[in-house]
T-cell receptor
Framework: AQSVTQPDIHITVSEGASLELRCNYS??????LFWYVQSPGQGLQLLLK??????LVQGIKGFEAEFKRSQSSFNLRKPSVHWSDAAEYFC????????????FGKGTRLHILP | SQTIHQWPATLVQPVGSPLSLECTVE??????LYWYRQAAGRGLQLLFY??????ISSEVPQNLSASRPQDRQFILSSKKLLLSDSGFYLC???????????FGDGTRLSIL
């Protein structure tokens, strides 16, 4: 069955430090992959998406993610975090041949130390 | 540009009361529409999705129902709310195919 795993429930980093949020997926075909960010009490905002082509994807707010087929991973990175990046981050895989549904990971909550 | 509206933002309802949450999309035609529920620490649970008017697929058996009376309107309903229906409800839309989903701002539902 298709699944998305975000192994870290919480991550804390200092402001200005680099960030990597992990995401692993299980899917039989080439996946469509997404990262979303959710601020408290808000909806989800799309950060970036991978469909095909270049495995390093640039997104909004200075984020990027790298698709590694051999590791079934799609980790999110940012070279220097800002206090405003504190939020919950969701990785998702699109099952585009099955009713256009998306499976979401359970999320990683990012805390920023001043 | 496309926008999605979801209301109300916050709702407090007694157990056993009915529910109606509404979601509308502007700026696109024939979108896929989705209802999710988000419980604390449990990610997003897909409740219903629709690929066209009158077409509703249910993912989880429950006392909730969904309807799509118009192309860009998606309604989540219940005849009698349970305590377990508390949570954060999100509506989303997507272009059919491989495009990502776009979310509304959510409704915080508290059941007393």
């Amino acid at each position: 069955a298709q699944s998305v795993t975000q192994p870290d429930i919480h991550i804390t980093v200092s402001e200005g430090a680099s960030l990597e949020l992990r995401c692993n997926y299980s899917y039989g075909a080439t996946p469509y992959l997404f990262w979303y960010v959710q601020s408290p009490g808000q909806g989800l905002q799309l950060l970036l998406k991978y469909f095909s082509g270049d495995t390093l994807v640039q997104g909004i707010k200075g984020f990027e993610a790298e698709f590694k087929r051999s590791q079934s991973s799609f980790n999110l990175r940012k070279p220097s975090v800002h206090w405003s990046d504190a939020a919950e981050y969701f990785c998702a895989v699109g099952l585009m041949n099955r009713d256009d549904k998306i499976i979401f990971g359970k999320g990683t909550r990012l805390h920023i130390l001043p | 540009s496309q926008t999605i509206h979801q209301w109300p933002a916050t709702l407090v309802q007694p157990v056993g009361s009915p529910l109606s949450l509404e979601c509308t999309v502007e700026g696109t035609s024939n979108p896929n529409l989705y209802w999710y529920r988000q419980a604390a620490g449990r990610g997003l649970q897909l409740l219903f999705y629709s690929v066209g008017i009158g077409q509703i697929s249910s993912e989880v058996p429950q006392n909730l129902s969904a309807s799509r009376p118009q192309d860009r309107q998606f309604i989540l309903s219940s005849k009698k709310l349970l305590l377990s229906d508390s949570g954060f409800y999100l509506c989303a839309w997507s272009v059919q195919g491989s495009e990502p989903q776009h979310f509304g701002d959510g409704t915080r539902l508290s059941i007393l």
